[in-house]
């Protein structure tokens, strides 16, 4: 099992910054990918960025260049830097992760609200 708590959400003017964060309690080891996703309003679940135990990383192509994705393994944390914020990033972002036995949990979600 896999506890997943993020924190960091927020109202934020476009332009402005906000660094997410997924801490992870439980069988640890047996992450194998770290994703986060968002989903606005009347849309769909979006994924938007993942890391993988090997710290390979990816992106949708609407935040490349302004999100980073990261790990802190001694604190069991993956963090999102947002930078560049726009109005269209607003949503609930939500961690996921992928386990090696193929389980899956979710967080709680945070929310993220970027005015105009």
């Known amino acids: 099992q896999v506890q997943l708590v993020e924190s960091g959400g927020g109202l934020v003017q476009a332009g402005g910054s906000l660094r997410l964060s997924c801490a992870a309690t439980?069988?640890?080891?047996?992450?194998?990918?770290t994703d986060w996703y968002r989903q606005a309003p009347g849309q769909q679940r979006e994924l938007v960025a993942m890391?993988?135990?090997?710290?390979?990383?990816n992106y949708v192509d609407s935040v490349k260049g302004r999100f980073t994705i990261s790990r802190d393994n001694a604190k069991n944390t993956v963090y999102l830097q947002m930078n560049s914020l726009k109005p269209e990033d607003t949503g609930v972002y939500v961690c996921?992760?992928?386990?090696?036995?193929?389980?899956?949990?979710w967080g709680q979600g945070t929310q993220v609200t970027v005015s105009s």
């Open positions: 890391i993988t135990s090997g710290d390979s990383t």
């Open positions: 439980g069988t640890i080891a047996s992450i194998v990918v």
């Open positions: 996921h992760v992928l386990t090696l036995t193929g389980s899956q949990y």
